[in-house]
């Protein structure tokens, strides 16, 4: 299933156009990650993948066919396309961890069994079945943030939209949301993620899309990331492995440290 973006534009009355004209495509079973500075519409553009913000232009589609703005269209697209905000304070609302989780397969119109069954699924999943019971706002940041996830996932979505879902976690928090999203995939479920961490979106993505300008640039993630030019243009970073392959003038391009010590013991 390809969820795509085809010349859409985007913006808010009070700021203008963020979005301009972008066309974007995120494949079944590809990793990609969204990159840019600050401010650059990386949320604004999930939003519209989504359906929670209307573009200004363009269109967004499922394997082609159009995303319609009306509820039917709107709850259509929500079972297939799944967005969990950064903040998860923006996305948990009920007093405990079940009720959370289980808001959104209820209004699917799930049976309370049937729902039930995807809340013991989806926090399986996000490895925070011992959580089921604990009151939302008792949970801790990370805790917090793999619980939103298990909202989103208690919906079984093809397409899994996560905006900066390793943000604010420590070593170990990152490693779990990882882990998590690995399970997640090996069910089906395509994820895509905005992060500003550049080493992280070298080695976890298969694809890049760089927002700049109002615009976007899509392809592989070494790519993208090791060029330049796109790299100053978007306020990035070079990622750790490509600006140490270009300093020792290697022609291969690592993805991380396991790259790295592989190409140091080529003899
Ligand atoms: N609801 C809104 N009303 C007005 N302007 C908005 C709104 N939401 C976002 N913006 C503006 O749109 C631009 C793009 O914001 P967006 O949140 O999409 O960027 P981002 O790339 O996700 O940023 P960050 O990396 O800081 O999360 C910013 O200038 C922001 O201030």
């Given at each position: 299933m390809t969820l795509q973006a085809e010349g859409?534009?985007?913006?808010?009355?009070?700021?203008g156009t963020v979005l301009d004209e972008v066309?974007?495509?995120?494949?079944?079973?590809?990793?990609?990650?969204?990159?840019g500075a600050?401010?650059?519409?990386?949320?604004?553009?999930?939003?519209c993948l989504s359906g929670a913000i209307v573009p200004t232009g363009g269109v967004v589609s499922i394997d082609g066919v159009p995303l319609q703005h009306s509820r039917h269209?709107?709850?259509?697209h929500r079972r297939r396309v799944q967005l969990v905000l950064q903040d998860p304070d923006d996305q948990l609302f009920s007093a405990d961890v079940t009720q959370d989780v289980s808001f959104g397969p209820l209004n699917?119109?799930?049976?309370?069994?049937?729902?039930?069954?995807?809340?013991?699924?989806?926090?399986d999943?996000?490895?925070?079945?011992?959580?089921?019971?604990?009151?939302?706002?008792q949970l801790s940041y990370g805790e917090k943030k793999r619980v939103a996830?298990?909202?989103?996932?208690?919906?079984?979505?093809?397409?899994?939209?996560?905006?900066?879902?390793?943000?604010?976690?420590?070593p170990d928090g990152v490693e779990d949301m990882l882990t998590a999203i690995a399970r997640l995939e090996a069910h089906g479920t395509t994820v895509t993620m905005a992060t500003h961490d550049v080493d992280l979106a070298l080695a976890w993505g298969t694809s890049a899309v760089v927002v700049t300008g109002g615009r976007t640039r899509q392809g592989p993630v070494?790519?993208?990331?090791?060029?330049p030019v796109l790299v100053a243009a978007a306020h990035l970073r070079t990622p750790w492995p490509l600006e140490l392959a270009a300093r020792l003038g290697w022609a291969e391009r690592p993805r991380g440290l396991e790259d790295v010590t592989r190409l140091l013991a080529r003899p």
């Open positions: 859409l534009s985007a913006g808010y009355p009070s700021r066309s974007v495509s995120l494949t079944a079973g590809e990793r990609t990650v969204l990159l600050n401010g650059s519409g990386k949320t604004t553009l999930l939003g269209g709107l709850s259509d699917l119109g799930l049976s309370e069994d049937e729902a039930r069954d995807r809340v013991v699924e989806a926090l999943l996000l490895g925070v079945s011992h959580l089921s019971e604990r009151a939302t706002h996830v298990a909202g989103a996932v208690a919906m079984r979505p093809s397409h899994l939209l996560l905006d900066e879902p390793t943000a604010g976690l420590d070494a790519d993208l990331l090791g060029d």
